[in-house]
């Protein structure tokens, strides 16, 4: 009896805490222009990206609201090289990624400082910033920090994938 009743009580632990937690996905392309004329061991010129979130939206399909949400933190990020499909990650040395709004400071969101050999996609490590209001906000900006291996001979797109992992309080 008691076997069963704890069985029953971790089942209804566990489900209660899905219902608390869920991802926020977000996908938007960086444009890298050809970097011919920089030295190696340069910083890449990269434009900042402005996101829009949507995060109102996403906290009503998952029954909850901005002020219901304690804890937001990033769960992957990956950058995979759209255009030109031959291209690789070669160029780079090492990668940050940044995420700021209007009214906070600017934070690292995920960074990479050994780049794989002949990689076309890469998976940054998580700098485990609490986020919570980057993505409570209507919008927020990324900007990458990049620093080159070799010139890149071409403009590249970069696909940068985003999943944000979300908790909400269910008071």
């Known amino acids: 009896m008691v076997v069963a009743l704890l069985a029953l009580l971790g089942a209804s632990?566990?489900?209660?805490?899905?219902?608390?937690?869920?991802?926020?996905?977000?996908?938007?392309s960086i444009y890298v222009p050809a970097t011919v004329?920089?030295?190696?061991?340069?910083?890449l010129p990269v434009s900042p990206v402005p996101v829009t979130t949507n995060s109102k939206d996403t906290f009503k399909n998952n029954k909850t609201?901005?002020?219901?949400?304690?804890?937001?933190?990033?769960?992957?990020?990956?950058?995979?090289i759209t255009d030109p499909q031959q291209q690789t990650f070669d160029f780079l040395q090492s990668i940050e990624i940044y995420i700021t709004t209007d009214g906070n400071d600017e934070v690292l969101l995920a960074h990479l400082n050994q780049i794989p050999a002949n990689a076309t996609s890469l998976t940054l490590i998580s700098s485990n910033a609490k986020l919570d209001k980057y993505i409570k906000a209507d919008t927020y900006t990324i900007r990458t920090k990049a620093t080159l291996a070799k010139p890149l001979a071409k403009d590249t797109t970069i696909k940068a994938a985003m999943r944000f992992k979300v908790t909400a309080d269910p008071l």
């Open 65 to 80: 609201s901005a002020d219901l949400v304690k804890d937001v933190s990033l769960d992957r990020l990956v950058l995979t």
């Open 13 to 28: 632990c566990k489900k209660f805490s899905n219902l608390l937690t869920f991802y926020i996905n977000h996908e938007e």
């Open 37 to 43: 004329a920089l030295p190696i061991g340069g910083i």
